[in-house]
């Protein structure tokens, strides 16, 4: 276990470090990646009798696609909430526990309304926020 896992580490230190050294790009969907995690991993039949589900999301959490943009300011959540988007990308995370690696930097985006954004989210579907580490990249 102790070798997996540190196998496990240097993989994740490796990209983590080019994540953070990359630049940005023009396209962030990150609702749509936590939606695919839920239904490729978790909702497998592999993981059907997993005890637990957690979900580690390394991101800079500002979402950014044709459907949903934080480019230029959060859209209210609740107005999200309500929206027939919300249905079409909702992740199935019910019981997960999800932890937050955030890589903050400078778009204009609160911090605080940005995590608070993403806890809302990750209730709504079913899952707990358990931490969010920011990194400064």
Do not use: C
Not at 94 to 111: H, Y
């Amino acid at each position: 276990a102790r070798a997996r896992f540190a196998a496990f580490k240097a993989s994740m230190h490796r990209k983590l470090t080019d994540v953070l050294t990359q630049h940005g790009s023009s396209g962030s969907p990150i609702l749509e990646s936590i939606q695919a995690v839920g239904l490729r991993s978790f909702g497998s039949p592999e993981s059907a009798n997993a005890r637990a589900h957690r979900l580690l999301l390394v991101s800079d959490l500002v979402q950014n696609t044709s459907r949903v943009t934080f480019i230029g300011g959060l859209p209210a959540y609740e107005d999200f909430r309500t929206s027939k988007t919300f249905e079409a990308i909702r992740a199935p995370l019910r019981g997960a526990t999800v932890d937050v690696l955030f890589l903050s930097r400078a778009n204009g985006v609160s911090s605080s309304e940005l995590v608070g954004w993403w806890q809302k989210y990750f209730g709504d579907v079913g899952a707990s926020l358990a931490s969010v580490q920011r990194i400064v990249g």
